[in-house]
């Protein structure tokens, strides 16, 4: 069975560093991966899907990668802003999504 | 683009009441649907899901059942809550195998 681990579970950093979240998985049989971001008491946001054929994503401060052979992919925030401070979730899908259980990011002004 | 409406936000009952949460999607054709279970400060669960009209498959055993009556609805049902039943219920969609959507989620308490 799929399984998907984040590391870490918790990050607080000041504004403006970049960071780096973490997303493992343990078969590589997956069609794509896809970062979201959950906001408290609310739906998860799509950021970046990476379908299995390709290796990374990007999108304004954000750039996804994806390792599929080693079951790897990371989130990179560039210039970190308060308003990124949300939980972070990374989902691998073949048939089904298998959600990691996130990255409570703070970042303090 | 692709939506999906849940419905209610919130919504509080009783111990041993019945459950109706209704999930309807726009913006595509035969979508496949997720319902999903989010307990405070843990993953997601995934409850069900449908690759079709009357086409539902359990993930875990529960209190919880799931239909899809129509090509774009989705509904959680339960005949008797249970304490344990509390939680943020995520309805999703993907199609094709891409890119998924979820709703904005209802949060469910029993009491």
């Known amino acids: 069975k799929q399984e998907v681990t984040q590391i870490p579970a918790a990050l607080s950093v000041p504004e403006g560093e970049n960071l780096v979240l973490n997303c493992s998985f343990t078969d590589s049989a997956i069609y794509n991966l896809q970062w979201f971001r959950q906001d408290p008491g609310k739906g998860l946001t799509s950021l970046l899907l990476i379908q299995s054929s390709q290796r990374e994503q990007t999108s304004g401060r954000l750039n996804a990668s994806l390792d599929k052979s080693s079951g790897r992919s990371t989130l990179y925030i560039a210039a970190s802003q308060p308003g990124d401070s949300a939980t972070y979730l990374c989902?691998?899908?073949?048939?089904?999504?298998?959600f990691g259980s996130g990255t409570k990011l703070n970042v303090k002004p | 683009s692709q939506t999906i409406h849940q419905w209610p936000a919130t919504l509080v009952q009783p111990v041993g009441s019945p459950l109706s949460l209704e999930c309807t999607v726009e913006g595509t054709s035969n979508p496949n649907l997720y319902w999903y279970r989010q307990a405070a400060g843990r993953g997601l669960q995934l409850l069900f899901y449908s690759v079709g009209i009357g086409q539902i498959s359990s993930e875990v055993p529960q209190n919880l059942s799931a239909s899809r009556p129509q090509d774009r609805q989705f509904i959680l049902s339960s005949k008797k809550l249970l304490l344990s039943d509390s939680g943020f219920y995520l309805c999703a969609l993907e199609a094709d195998n891409t890119e998924a959507f979820f709703g904005q989620g209802t949060r469910l308490t029993v009491v």
């Open positions: 989902a691998v899908q073949r048939n089904k999504f298998y």
